[in-house]
Nanobody
């Protein structure tokens, strides 16, 4: 089970840190990802990190502003977001794969959290 938290209301230019805690099993060896679903739109990829944490990949919209990280000892993955924009408004989901290699395809992830809402006001 994955539990995402840290969402909220923030003004444009502000920052938020999302966290995702895994319980019930360890996701330490497996790749993790963050996806988001803006209002009325399809779910889209944001960032992903390999099982080791040494490899990351970001959507163009996230590059330079978002940082994904993980703490395998705590079974958590985080998404630090800075310089937030109104277009970042979405429900953010964390997800876990069954392999160590990262992926930017939602279909590659078998485990999903419930989502946390991020609202960025202009």
């Amino acid at each position: 089970q994955l539990q995402a938290s840290g969402g909220g209301l923030v003004q444009a230019g502000g920052s938020l840190r999302l966290s995702c805690v895994a319980s019930g099993r360890t996701f330490g060896p497996y790749a993790m990802g963050w996806f988001r679903q803006p209002p009325g739109e399809e779910r889209e990829f944001v960032a992903t990190i390999s099982g080791s944490g040494f490899s990351t990949y970001y959507a163009d919209s996230a590059k330079g502003r978002f940082t994904i990280s993980r703490d395998n000892a705590k079974n958590t993955v985080s998404l630090q977001m800075v310089n937030l924009k109104p277009e970042d408004t979405a429900v953010y989901y964390c997800a876990a794969r069954g392999t160590p290699s990262w992926s930017d395809y939602a279909q590659a992830y078998g485990y999903w959290g419930q989502g946390t809402l991020v609202t960025v006001s202009s």
